[in-house]
């Protein structure tokens, strides 16, 4: 899962568009048209997997929906990560693995995130079109990095 905001503060930013990926299909959750819907949709995963989701998504998230408990099993992805030696951000590990991105997203960042939300405010349907194709990468690929480098954090957690 990942979340894409208008800011970085819980205070004052909103978010804007919620993924969720389970395996095998992708949903989209956007602001003002059925962002709500994420309240019954999270109740449903035994397992939540992010990067950065501990300190960033699921508090954004609780912030915003009080209501959701997040009873789950959450993998946040970023610490396994830097144990066995990728560090940086979603994209840079991306890189580092091998994993590329369309035409469309390729180099794009969470602040263009926020600028393609703004645009599509004030009437780009296109620029929501590729905020959707950069967060379902963003989650889509999130699966990818587990399957290459789970046997590296299976082998470093078992190391004595």
């Not at 309240?39 to 950065?52: C, I, P």
């Not at 699921?58 to 993998?75: A, R, Y």
């Not at 610490?79 to 997203?105: A, F």
């Not at 989650?139 to 004595?160: C, D, H, S």
Request: charged share 30%; proline share 2%; glycine share 8%.
């Amino acid at each position: 899962m990942d979340i894409e905001t208008t800011g970085l503060s819980k205070s004052r930013d909103k978010i804007t568009l919620v993924g969720i990926y389970d395996g095998i299909e992708s949903k989209t959750y956007i602001k003002d048209i059925n962002l709500d819907d994420i309240v019954e949709e999270f109740s449903k995963y035994k397992l939540l997997v992010s990067f950065n989701g501990a300190r960033f998504d699921l508090p954004f998230i609780k912030s915003e929906f009080p209501e959701i408990e997040f009873k789950q099993l959450h993998i946040d992805l970023m610490y396994p990560l830097r144990r066995i030696g990728y560090n940086g951000g979603l994209k840079n590990i991306e890189k580092l693995l091998g994993i590329s991105r369309s035409d469309g997203t390729e180099g794009l960042t969470g602040f263009d995130a926020v600028r393609l939300w703004k645009k599509y405010e004030r009437g780009n349907r296109e620029a929501l079109d590729t905020l959707i194709k950069y967060n379902n990468e963003d989650i889509v690929n999130l699966k990818t990095i587990i399957e290459l480098t789970y046997p590296k954090m299976v082998e470093k957690a078992l190391k004595v």
